[in-house]
């Protein structure tokens, strides 16, 4: 157990002085950086909770640091006012095609769990 958090420690090391971001925030811009039918996606908070596993309040901590970071738009929803929906920014993609492009270095345990 010990060494798989010594593994993540070190690949999110590797993501704050490669790409300036976190693991949360990174797993943020991959899950809003699909496209679906060439079109952005838009989830709810609730909906980025769900599909990361991360907890209401934790989800919505990620989402404050992305959005002050300029990566993420926040819209209202349409039909319930107090729905809020989050999608990229135009600085999100640039970041998200960053991540893709420049290499991180993933540690050998993390590695074979892959």
């Known amino acids: ?16 002085q490669f790409h300036s971001l976190t693991i949360n925030e990174a797993i943020l811009l991959c899950i809003l950086g699909e496209k679906k039918n060439d079109c952005k996606v838009h989830l709810s908070a609730s909906d980025i909770a769900q599909i990361t596993g991360f907890s209401p309040s934790h989800t919505s901590k990620v989402l404050r640091s992305a959005e002050s970071k300029q990566w ?3 819209t209202v929803c349409d039909r ?3 729905k809020m929906y ?6 999100g993609f640039k ?12 540690p050998d345990l993390l590695k074979r769990l892959l």
């Open 72 to 74: 993420i738009n926040r």
């Open 80 to 82: 319930d006012k107090r």
């Open 1 to 16: 157990m010990k060494d798989v958090l010594k593994a993540f420690y070190e690949f999110e090391k590797s993501l704050v």
């Open 95 to 106: 970041k998200h095609s960053q991540l893709k492009k420049l290499p991180v270095q993933i």
């Open 86 to 91: 989050f999608s990229l920014s135009e600085e």
